[in-house]
Nanobody
Framework: QVQLVESGGGLVQSGDSLRLSCAASGITFSRYTMGWFRQAPGRDREFVAGIKWSGTTTSYSDSAKGRFSISRDTAKNTGYLQMNSLKPDDTAVYYC??????????????????WGQGTQLTVSS
Protein backbone atom coordinates (compact mmCIF):
# COMPACT_ATOMS: atom_id res chain seq x y z
CA GLN A 1 0.00 0.00 0.00
CA VAL A 2 1.36 3.37 -1.02
CA GLN A 3 1.31 6.17 1.50
CA LEU A 4 2.57 9.72 1.25
CA VAL A 5 2.47 11.59 4.54
CA GLU A 6 3.11 15.31 4.64
CA SER A 7 4.24 17.14 7.74
CA GLY A 8 5.68 20.48 8.75
CA GLY A 9 2.78 22.79 8.10
CA GLY A 10 1.57 25.31 10.60
CA LEU A 11 1.00 28.97 11.33
CA VAL A 12 3.84 31.34 10.49
CA GLN A 13 4.29 35.03 9.91
CA SER A 14 4.97 36.79 6.65
CA GLY A 15 8.67 36.56 5.83
CA ASP A 16 9.24 33.36 7.78
CA SER A 17 10.67 30.12 6.45
CA LEU A 18 9.30 26.62 6.76
CA ARG A 19 10.16 23.18 5.47
CA LEU A 20 7.55 20.64 4.54
CA SER A 21 8.34 16.94 4.48
CA CYS A 22 6.76 14.07 2.57
CA ALA A 23 7.50 10.59 3.86
CA ALA A 24 6.78 7.82 1.38
CA SER A 25 6.09 4.18 1.99
CA GLY A 26 5.17 1.50 -0.50
CA ILE A 27 7.12 3.23 -3.25
CA THR A 28 10.73 4.17 -3.78
CA PHE A 29 11.07 7.87 -4.40
CA SER A 30 14.05 7.43 -6.66
CA ARG A 31 11.72 5.71 -9.14
CA TYR A 32 9.03 8.38 -9.10
CA THR A 33 8.82 12.03 -9.91
CA MET A 34 7.73 13.97 -6.85
CA GLY A 35 5.63 17.06 -6.90
CA TRP A 36 4.25 19.57 -4.44
CA PHE A 37 0.86 21.14 -5.04
CA ARG A 38 -1.25 23.50 -3.01
CA GLN A 39 -4.89 24.41 -2.80
CA ALA A 40 -6.28 27.52 -1.21
CA PRO A 41 -9.98 27.85 -0.30
CA GLY A 42 -12.10 28.41 -3.38
CA ARG A 43 -9.21 27.84 -5.75
CA ASP A 44 -8.02 24.98 -7.90
CA ARG A 45 -5.14 22.81 -6.88
CA GLU A 46 -1.99 24.27 -8.36
CA PHE A 47 1.49 23.02 -9.04
CA VAL A 48 4.22 24.43 -6.83
CA ALA A 49 7.38 22.42 -7.49
CA GLY A 50 8.55 19.07 -8.78
CA ILE A 51 11.67 16.97 -9.00
CA LYS A 52 12.20 14.35 -11.65
CA TRP A 53 12.63 10.73 -10.60
CA SER A 54 16.29 10.90 -11.63
CA GLY A 55 16.88 13.94 -9.47
CA THR A 56 18.36 15.78 -12.44
CA THR A 57 15.53 18.18 -13.12
CA THR A 58 13.43 20.46 -10.96
CA SER A 59 10.53 22.67 -11.91
CA TYR A 60 8.84 25.52 -10.09
CA SER A 61 5.78 27.65 -10.52
CA ASP A 62 6.37 31.33 -11.07
CA SER A 63 5.22 32.08 -7.54
CA ALA A 64 7.69 29.56 -6.10
CA LYS A 65 10.76 30.46 -8.14
CA GLY A 66 13.47 32.05 -6.07
CA ARG A 67 11.69 31.38 -2.76
CA PHE A 68 11.01 27.65 -2.64
CA SER A 69 13.35 24.71 -3.10
CA ILE A 70 12.40 21.08 -3.64
CA SER A 71 14.69 18.25 -2.65
CA ARG A 72 14.62 14.65 -1.55
CA ASP A 73 16.59 12.21 0.54
CA THR A 74 16.46 8.87 -1.22
CA ALA A 75 17.97 7.09 1.77
CA LYS A 76 15.07 8.28 3.91
CA ASN A 77 12.56 8.01 1.07
CA THR A 78 11.45 11.50 1.99
CA GLY A 79 10.89 14.62 -0.03
CA TYR A 80 11.09 18.21 1.12
CA LEU A 81 9.85 21.64 0.17
CA GLN A 82 11.86 24.45 1.70
CA MET A 83 9.87 27.66 1.64
CA ASN A 84 11.42 31.03 2.35
CA SER A 85 10.06 34.57 2.40
CA LEU A 86 6.57 33.29 2.94
CA LYS A 87 3.64 35.50 2.06
CA PRO A 88 -0.04 35.42 3.06
CA ASP A 89 -0.80 34.31 -0.52
CA ASP A 90 1.08 31.10 0.21
CA THR A 91 -1.65 30.09 2.63
CA ALA A 92 -3.06 26.78 1.44
CA VAL A 93 -3.16 23.06 2.01
CA TYR A 94 0.04 21.61 0.59
CA TYR A 95 0.07 18.17 -0.97
CA CYS A 96 2.89 15.98 -2.11
CA UNK A 97 2.35 13.61 -5.00
CA UNK A 98 4.24 10.95 -6.91
CA UNK A 99 4.18 10.41 -10.65
CA UNK A 100 5.40 7.50 -12.71
CA UNK A 101 8.66 7.98 -14.54
CA UNK A 102 8.35 10.54 -17.28
CA UNK A 103 10.57 12.59 -19.52
CA UNK A 104 9.95 15.71 -17.54
CA UNK A 105 8.17 16.98 -14.46
CA UNK A 106 4.40 17.02 -14.89
CA UNK A 107 2.81 20.28 -13.78
CA UNK A 108 -0.77 19.05 -13.98
CA UNK A 109 -2.37 17.15 -11.13
CA UNK A 110 -3.56 14.44 -13.51
CA UNK A 111 0.06 13.50 -14.13
CA UNK A 112 0.44 12.20 -10.58
CA UNK A 113 -0.71 8.82 -9.40
CA UNK A 114 -0.28 8.97 -5.65
CA TRP A 115 -1.23 11.75 -3.27
CA GLY A 116 -0.81 12.59 0.36
CA GLN A 117 -3.60 13.97 2.50
CA GLY A 118 -2.06 17.40 2.78
CA THR A 119 -0.74 19.72 5.44
CA GLN A 120 -2.09 23.18 6.19
CA LEU A 121 0.12 26.22 5.94
CA THR A 122 -1.19 29.55 7.14
CA VAL A 123 0.87 32.68 6.71
CA SER A 124 -0.27 35.68 8.69
CA SER A 125 0.52 39.24 7.66
Amino acid sequence: QVQLVESGGGLVQSGDSLRLSCAASGITFSRYTMGWFRQAPGRDREFVAGIKWSGTTTSYSDSAKGRFSISRDTAKNTGYLQMNSLKPDDTAVYYCAAADRSLGVPIGALGYRYWGQGTQLTVSS
